[in-house]
């Protein structure tokens, strides 16, 4: 197995949805919700939710690309929220909802600009997709009761009206992908 890692920056509704999902693709080491694409240092939850941050919900995805490539994230990536919405995702409203990648490296812009062309050209959405492609600038670590909030609280009712849809719809459509394959 590798030893070297990669990383990637996701916004793309809350990070709670999205680090519940990534958690279960094989070849992802850790996944830690955060915040990143904003104008102040160290944000708080409740500045960022007031969205007067400018900063998007996201995960930083560590991942071995010899088990799982980028390209491969961003599929799920795409396939588990709504990239044609402008600053929403269902009820969350606000540019700290934004659609967003923030690359790490060139290859990792290429990659994610010549993905989202190609997913354009294919009209899978009946819009255009508004995802931004930008460098990371900085990534702050949410404070630490998001962390696995899904996994920590699966009974909530917003885990189980809005997150487990969504990791039930990657665990339906991404087998190959998933961490543990069913008995």
Known sequence: MSSHFETTTLAGGCFWCLEAVFDEVKGVESVESGYAGGHIQNPSYRAVCDGETGHAEVVQVRFDPSIVSFRDLL????AIHDPTTLNRQGADVG?????????????????AEALIHELNKQKIWDSPIVTEVTALDNFYAAEDYHQEYFARNPTQPYCQAVISPKVSKFRKHHLNLLKKQPA
């Open 75 to 78: 599929n799920v990536f795409f």
């Open 95 to 111: 540019t700290q909802y934004r659609s967003a990648i923030f690359y790490h490296t060139l290859e990792q812009k290429e990659t």
